[in-house]
């Protein structure tokens, strides 16, 4: 059993399209994180919650300690946000989703 | 601040071989993590530090790896002997407070192919 779950594993938008990517975890947290990597490899940390929301320009998170859920929400998807997008948790232990690929077409 | 700093940023060795992998935190930052990816396993923590102490290396997969970090400035993850299954791109990344309560600045990571 997976600590956190994310779905969906993929994704293909069109561009400008309202994405959503969720979170769901199983165990005691003190953050939660997003992260993006780029088809380059590299990894940006886009947002660290212990609750409520984030805004950040085009994304928005947001997580719901009682129902241990998270969602990262883009807001006019464009082609530079294909990426692959992953949870973290952090408290006793660190665990990792296994990440949703998306890819936004022009 | 140049960000977190890795090197090699590629390492081609042979099995049997020792490899260590370097880190340069930013400067300031209390914490360094060393993380793992591979395909079939995504990202890993493998051990992290707070104020040059490890705290957690329950993630070390086993002895042949051994991470130090010397004074706040730099830390090194050694692998020895190096064997094929440790090919993967290793992470490393550093935040102000430790517990990953603090947002995380990723290095660009080393991808280390073990022939």
């Known amino acids: 059993k997976n600590e956190v779950e994310q779905s969906p594993q993929n994704l293909t938008a069109q561009e400008g399209e309202f994405i959503t990517i969720n979170c769901s975890y199983s165990?005691?947290?003190?953050?939660l994180h997003w992260l993006q990597q780029h088809p380059g490899g590299g990894i940006v940390s886009l947002f660290m919650?212990?609750?409520g929301k984030k805004k950040h320009g085009r994304l928005i998170a947001t997580i719901n300690i009682q129902e241990k859920h998270s969602s990262l929400h883009i807001t006019a998807s464009h082609p530079r946000d294909s990426a692959v997008y992953i949870c973290?948790?952090?408290?006793?232990?660190?665990?990792f989703g296994t990440g949703t690929s998306l890819t936004v077409i022009p | 601040d140049a960000g977190v700093i890795q090197s090699p940023r590629h390492e081609v060795t042979e099995m049997g071989q020792e490899v260590t992998l370097r880190c340069k935190p930013i400067?300031?930052?209390?914490?360094l993590f060393w993380y793992r990816q591979t395909m079939m396993r995504g990202l890993e923590l493998l051990i992290y530090?707070?104020?040059?102490?490890?705290?957690?290396d329950s993630g070390m997969p086993e002895d042949r790896f051994s991470a130090k970090m010397p004074n706040a400035s730099f830390s090194t993850l050694k692998i020895q002997p190096s064997e094929p299954r440790d090919s993967a791109v290793y992470f490393c990344?550093?935040?102000?407070?430790?517990?990953?309560?603090?947002?995380?600045?990723f290095g660009p990571g080393t991808r280390l192919t073990v022939l």
């Open positions: 990344a550093s935040s102000l407070g430790g517990q990953g309560g603090d947002t995380q600045y």
């Open positions: 165990v005691g947290i003190s953050a």
């Open positions: 919650l212990s609750s």
């Open positions: 973290a948790v952090t408290g006793n232990q660190f665990y």
């Open positions: 400067s300031g930052h209390n914490s």
């Open positions: 530090f707070n104020n040059n102490v490890p705290i957690d």
